[in-house]
């Protein structure tokens, strides 16, 4: 049965580079930004940290906190509907997680990727595309706590992903998360202890 994945965790931690080793592996990626950018776009203002907190804040001004799963769960049911299963990248605020998870129930596995402030701020300062100075990524992480509930998500997520290190653990997260939802398909239960040995030796987690 066709499933969504939904992808958590702070800016630099590596949720774009999961959600696009598993787009590789045959989901379809609905990265919920898109709709920032797009409203960027439409209002020809340059793709700033100040520019789109604006526009994801007037966003959820207008739509309410749970906005981009409420924007993006229409595509996302149409994608389920043709057989195929999603992988959500950008899930934020604790509003966004209710929704879905009550729309999805066991259909949908929240994934958490984690990386050290440290490791962050160094990524985000040499991304080629819109990079962030240490302020800037300290402040978007504070606002993502403290104004989305942004914690919420990522405390409830049923798999994390330590991604300090080498890409190959993304890879096996991938492995351990396909293995996850084929059990779920098969037993549609949960049992954490089929996988404990392998998630700790990967650097994941499952609770």
């Known amino acids: 049965m066709p499933h969504v994945v939904a992808v958590v965790g702070l800016t630099g931690s590596g949720k774009s580079e999961l959600a696009q080793l598993l787009a590789d592996r045959g989901y379809v990626r609905v990265r919920f930004g898109d709709a920032t950018d797009i409203e960027l776009v439409k209002r020809g203002l340059p793709a700033t940290e100040a520019n789109e907190r604006l526009v994801r804040e007037e966003i959820r001004r207008t739509h309410g906190m749970g906005a981009y799963a409420l924007l993006n769960r229409p595509r996302m049911d149409e994608i389920l509907a043709l057989k195929k299963s999603v992988v959500a990248d950008g899930l934020r605020s604790w509003a966004e997680f209710v929704l879905l ?66 890409m190959e653990k993304l890879e096996e997260a991938v492995d351990l998360i396909e293995r996850e939802m084929a059990a779920r398909r098969t037993l549609w239960s949960f049992v954490p202890s089929a996988l404990t040995s392998t998630a700790f030796a990967a650097g994941v987690f499952i609770f």
């Open 101 to 166: 998870k009550e729309h999805y129930g066991d259909r949908m596995l929240v994934v958490t990727v984690h990386a050290p402030p440290a490791m962050r701020r160094e990524r985000l300062a040499k991304r080629p595309v819109r990079p962030l100075t240490a302020d800037e990524v300290r402040s978007r992480d504070y606002a993502e706590i403290e104004k989305l509930d942004m914690g919420g998500p990522i405390a409830m997520a049923e798999l994390v992903v330590v991604n300090d290190a080498v």
